[in-house]
């Protein structure tokens, strides 16, 4: 092939090659062009649509069209999955994904969609611990106290939690597994009824959240015990980790991002792009610090699908080894 004529082949083999990437290139630009929605598994006013709508509106004023959220509670939140898992795959729908998604890919036998398979990560956002905390009328100041006091008493200890299969009942569970010990799950509808009765006495344990735990334990009508995350809470900064006495224990919720399979990858690059900035502006990150959260460092969807893959393994094994049930 002559030079002149060679030269002008690869310029076109060149251009042709570039062309498939014009449309994705372009098509993420021009994204969103109407607005979003944002399914949310979790009532209007819980934690979890607290963190909605505060990422919803740094994406709203990011990307210039508006993020909706829409609450569909229910069924622990397979309502939810379920209603994205069959939306159109073009990153107009999203789903605010959480550790009962994890969970409740081995707690339900019958899901009508497989949550790893048919959801694309996007992105996480943060994670937020348990408060492993008593009635004070248990006596046991510190961690250690309780497991010698569990361990003498087995059986006669109740953990409350806010129903079978929840993020409460998974990281009791786990704890008395690795721990060895003896307690009696009291499953309730909601967190709000569990933590009436441990207040008043009728259980004694509870793994709950810290933002709806705190005023009690600031008041001093709770006794924290440890947190369940691998590293202490700057809101509760003199309560120990449940790591630390109990080597490898780890637990917690978290929040992040997820949308139909198939969704073009520039879009969802585009999102994990925008979300990560949310989780590094440092207002944002401060009303997760409030809210009781660790900011999870920025991750690509493929990292973010690897951190999914191992907590659903996680709790698979829990799950089955304490032959726990769906309410």
Request: proline share 8%; net charge positive.
């Given at each position: 092939?002559?030079?002149p004529?060679?030269r002008?082949f690869?310029?076109?083999a060149a251009?042709?090659?570039?062309?498939?990437?014009?449309?994705?290139?372009?098509?993420?630009?021009?994204?969103?062009?109407?607005p979003v929605?944002i399914?949310?598994?979790q009532?209007?006013?819980?934690?979890?649509?607290?963190?909605?709508?505060?990422?919803?509106q740094?994406l709203s004023?990011?990307?210039?069209?508006?993020?909706?959220?829409?609450?569909?509670?229910?069924?622990?939140?397979n309502?939810?999955?379920?209603?994205v898992v069959r939306?159109?795959?073009d990153?107009?729908?999203?789903?605010?994904v959480?550790?009962?998604?994890?969970?409740?890919?081995?707690?339900?036998?019958?899901?009508?969609?497989?949550?790893?398979?048919?959801?694309?990560?996007?992105s996480?956002?943060?994670?937020?611990?348990f408060v492993?905390?008593?009635?004070?009328?248990?006596p046991?100041?510190?961690?250690?106290?309780?497991?010698?006091?569990a361990?003498?008493?087995?059986?006669?200890?109740?953990?409350?939690?806010?129903?079978?299969?929840s993020?409460?009942?998974?990281?009791?569970e786990?704890?008395k597994?690795?721990?060895?010990?003896?307690?009696?799950?009291?499953?309730?509808?909601?967190?709000?009824?569990?933590?009436?009765?441990?207040?008043?006495?009728?259980?004694?344990?509870?793994?709950?959240?810290?933002?709806?735990?705190?005023?009690?334990?600031?008041a001093?009508k709770?006794?924290?015990l440890?947190?369940?995350?691998?590293?202490?809470?700057?809101?509760?900064?003199d309560?120990?980790?449940?790591?630390d006495?109990?080597?490898?224990?780890?637990?917690?919720?978290?929040?992040?991002?997820?949308?139909?399979?198939?969704?073009?990858?520039?879009?969802?690059?585009?999102?994990?792009?925008?979300?990560?900035?949310a989780?590094?502006?440092?207002?944002?990150?401060?009303?997760?610090?409030?809210l009781?959260?660790l900011?999870?460092?920025?991750?690509?969807?493929?990292?973010?699908?690897?951190?999914?893959?191992?907590?659903?393994?996680?709790?698979?094994r829990?799950?089955?080894?304490a032959?726990?049930?769906?309410?």
């Open positions: 092939m002559k030079l004529h060679r002008h690869l310029h076109l251009g042709a090659a570039a062309l498939p990437a014009v449309p994705r290139f372009a098509w993420a630009q021009a994204y969103p062009s109407r929605r399914i949310v598994g009532a209007a006013g819980s934690g979890s649509d607290t963190v909605a709508r505060l990422i919803g740094f004023e990011r990307l210039g069209q508006p993020f909706v959220i829409e609450n569909r509670p229910g069924a622990g939140g309502i939810a999955t379920e209603a939306s159109s795959p990153g107009y729908t999203l789903l605010l959480n550790s009962a998604n994890t969970i409740n890919a081995t707690l339900y036998e019958k899901l009508n969609f497989d949550f790893i398979r048919d959801i694309a990560p996007i996480g956002l943060a994670t937020f611990s492993m905390e008593v009635n004070p009328s248990l046991t100041k510190t961690l250690p106290e309780f497991i010698v006091f361990k003498a008493n087995p059986g006669k200890i109740n953990m409350a939690s806010a129903g079978s299969g993020t409460h009942h998974v990281a009791g786990l704890f597994m690795m721990a060895g010990v003896e307690m009696v799950h009291v499953p309730y509808r909601g967190s709000s009824p569990a933590l009436t009765d441990l207040l008043a006495g009728q259980v004694q344990v509870m793994f709950d959240a810290t933002p709806s735990s705190l005023p009690h334990i600031r001093g709770l006794r924290p440890a947190v369940t995350t691998a590293t202490r809470l700057e809101v509760l900064p309560v120990p980790t449940l790591g006495f109990v080597p490898g224990y780890e637990a917690s919720s978290w929040l992040g991002f997820g949308a139909p399979k198939n969704t073009p990858t520039a879009v969802v690059d585009r999102l994990n792009k925008e979300i990560n900035l989780i590094s502006d440092s207002a944002i990150k401060a009303r997760l610090v409030d009781g959260g900011v999870l460092p920025p991750s690509s969807p493929a990292e973010f699908g690897k951190f999914l893959a191992r907590d659903t393994e996680k709790w698979a829990v799950i089955r080894t032959n726990i049930k769906p309410d």
